[in-house]
């Protein structure tokens, strides 16, 4: 089993930015990949970003060049650094690993992130 839990979120102004953090516990090391998803009123969860074990990422087109996803192993966290925040990206952003190369997902409880104009 893998736990995640996030933090990070809140309030901030259009243009602004925040950092979100995914802390794993449990089995971590059966960890491929790790990603942030969003999930707004009304819409699909969607993804943000994407990085595996080996550090590649992906980014939804909404949000490259604003966006960052890193993770510290030491640490065992997974960061989502957002950048000129647009009120288009209010949503409650959920952390989720893929363990043992996609034959299981563990998604954390979310935290929210809003955006005013």
């Known amino acids: 089993q893998v736990q995640l839990v996030e933090s990070g979120g809140g309030l901030v102004q259009a243009g602004g930015s925040l950092r979100l953090s995914c802390a794993a516990s449990?089995?971590?090391?059966?960890?491929?990949?790790l990603g942030w998803y969003r999930q707004a009123p009304g819409k699909q969860r969607d993804l943000v970003a994407t990085?595996?074990?080996?550090?590649?990422?992906n980014y939804a087109d909404s949000v490259k060049g604003r966006f960052t996803i890193s993770r510290d192993s030491a640490r065992n966290t997974v960061y989502l650094q957002m950048n000129s925040l647009k009120p288009g990206d209010t949503a409650v952003y959920y952390c989720?690993?893929?363990?043992?190369?996609?034959?299981?997902?563990?998604w954390g409880q979310g935290t929210q992130v809003t955006v005013s104009s």
């Open positions: 449990g089995s971590i090391f059966r960890i491929t990949a």
């Open positions: 990085i595996t074990s080996g550090d590649r990422t």
């Open positions: 989720k690993a893929e363990v043992d190369s996609g034959s299981r997902e563990h």
